[in-house]
């Protein structure tokens, strides 16, 4: 299979044999992201700029205070903390209380999970504003594109997609949704059951996988074989949500 920088991440990732290529490459970037960030990035001002502006998720904060790295988190939250109260200056200057009464139980018919004020909006859309999630946000797509593009073009990667473990189900769903526009009628006549019979066939695979653990921790299976049950659990975990439950922290290489 010829291979350039586009496409080596990703055949590396099926060559992995993960129980999600997707996930294989979210992490790599996540890690990326960080160690970026925090080595001598927070001291250039584009990318203080671009994480003043993003903020971080709470799972990232969380990674980024693990790193080890507290100088360099305070850097970048001494800046973001600046903006952050900038901008809640600006937002709570302009905030009114909607009025009770006839219009507000109307508004209440409105979707559970929409904002009633300017100022919830706002705190909505910084609490899910992230610098790392953006980042890989934007090469996923790229990785998408190259997904199909090798799918369509070529056979070694077409085996390797057939060999591969299938994805976790959030990714799942992403391929689904993306062969409707990357692929032509015919094409998605075979992807389609091709995907299904994957995830199918990897998703009781590890059904039975976990029933094993279950059974090996009765002492009547004691002196039986683990199989590959062993690591069942956040394997299963991973397979049903994405991510690796099981990673080690992930530290500052000092």
């Not at 044999?17 to 996930?23: K, L, Q, S, V, Y």
């Not at 294989?24 to 927070?42: C, D, K, N, V, W």
């Not at 004691?222 to 439950?245: F, I, L, N």
Request: hydrophobic share 35%; proline share 3%.
């Amino acid at each position: 299979m010829k291979e350039n920088i586009e496409t080596i991440p990703l055949i590396d990732a099926f060559k992995a044999e993960d129980e999600c290529p997707f996930c294989f490459l979210e992490r790599m970037a996540e890690q990326h992201a960080l160690s970026f960030i925090l080595g001598s990035a927070y001291m250039e001002e584009d990318i203080r700029t671009a994480t003043d502006e993003a903020g971080f998720c709470r799972h990232h904060y969380k990674m980024m205070y693990d790193y080890g790295n507290r100088l360099g988190s305070a850097l970048i939250l001494e800046t973001h903390l600046k903006k952050l109260n900038r901008d809640m200056a600006r937002e709570i200057g302009a905030f009114t209380p909607g009025k009770s009464g006839l219009a507000a139980r109307f508004k209440r018919d409105a979707p559970a999970d929409s904002a009633k004020t300017t100022l919830g909006a706002w705190t909505r859309k910084v609490g899910s504003s992230c610098y790392v999630c953006d980042h890989f946000e934007n090469i996923y797509k790229r990785y998408l594109d190259t997904f199909f593009h090798l799918y369509k073009k070529n056979e070694e990667f077409r085996e390797l997609f057939a060999k591969s473990k299938g994805f976790c189900l959030p990714h799942f769903g992403d391929l689904v949704e993306q062969a409707q526009d990357k692929l032509s009628d015919s094409q998605k006549k075979e992807f389609y059951p091709a995907l299904f019979s994957i995830m199918q066939e990897n998703l009781k695979r590890l059904e039975e996988e976990v029933s094993w653990f279950v059974m090996k921790n009765d002492y009547r299976h004691k002196d039986e074989d683990w199989g590959t049950s062993a690591d069942s659990v956040q394997r299963a975990m991973q397979k049903c949500a994405g991510g690796y439950p099981a990673d080690p922290v992930f530290v500052q290489k000092r």
